[in-house]
């Protein structure tokens, strides 16, 4: 393919929607391309954070996670706006749930959420974080299609948690099966099973039974990055690291 014709250096992040690339580009905002047009279209004078720093929203917003700390997002039309309810601190993880609910993840102040109906407006009240989860760390956050929370942390494994009773459900560690506590990416595959890359190797929990399945000798001695992974349609998982780069084919695996 014929790469796009661009000076970039750092990126921060990458988030498609349909015919437009958002490429986060550390200290210089985020360009939108034109995948079909292989051109900028469009750049946005807002600085993100590494990782998972761009969501779009059910309702047409992109979040972005802000380098100075918070969020702010940015409507269809092309408005942008702070959400003044999010308190100003390193955002490293956004997700969302069918409840009406953003669920954000720190690595410094735990877990909080915020109604999707009040991003707009200017309540001046500011969220107070960490109201959920005694863990403080959290590396990712993943929400999947029974409405459950799935939390990576640095140091205590994967949390369960289901966001419509504010309750823990389970929690994985090295004790259930998981080759390391320190998780950096969460992902779903095809079949509904949960992957995590882990500091000594990959992980697979069937989400309705909750068996553990290790995989410690793929990867097992890469230096994964948080949310550096792709499920793809075609039953391929991709996960990125410091020194190596992992497919999967997730049917192979399945034993």
């Known amino acids: 393919d014929k790469a796009f014709d661009m000076d970039y250096f750092t990126i921060q992040c990458l988030l498609r929607d349909d015919d ?9 905002g985020v360009d939108v391309l034109s995948l079909s047009r292989r051109k900028i279209i469009d750049k946005i004078k807002l600085n993100t954070i590494e990782g998972n720093s761009i969501f779009k929203l059910s309702n047409g917003y992109l979040i972005f996670s802000l380098e100075e700390g918070g969020c702010a997002y940015r409507k269809p039309n092309g408005e942008i706006k702070r959400i003044k309810r999010i308190p100003q601190i390193p955002i490293v993880g956004v997700s ?4 009406g ?3 954000f993840v720190t690595h410094a102040y735990g877990l909080f959420s ?3 109906s009040e991003i707009d407006k200017d309540i001046l009240d500011t969220i107070v974080p960490n109201q959920y989860v005694s863990n ?6 993943f929400c999947d299609e029974g409405n459950r929370i799935w939390l990576g942390t640095k140091d205590e494994g994967i949390i ?7 309750e823990v459900i389970k929690t994985f560690d090295e004790t259930s099966g998981l080759p390391s506590n320190t998780i950096f990416s969460i992902l779903k595959d095809n079949n509904n099973n949960i ?3 882990t500091g000594k190797g990959i992980v697979r929990i069937d989400s309705r039974t909750f068996a553990v399945k290790s995989f410690a000798y793929i990867g097992k001695e890469i230096q994964y990055n948080s949310y550096c992974e792709l499920s793809t349609k075609t039953d391929h998982l991709y996960f990125g690291g410091m020194n190596c780069f992992i497919s999967l084919d997730q049917d192979a695996l399945i034993t």
């Open 195 to 197: 992957w995590a890359t």
């Open 101 to 103: 609910n953003l669920w």
């Open 114 to 116: 915020l109604k999707i």
């Open 160 to 166: 369960l948690f289901n966001p419509s009773d504010r």
């Open 20 to 28: 437009r690339l958002y490429v986060s580009i550390y200290g210089r």
């Open 136 to 141: 403080q760390n959290l590396t990712s956050i």
């Open 96 to 99: 969302e749930d069918s409840y």
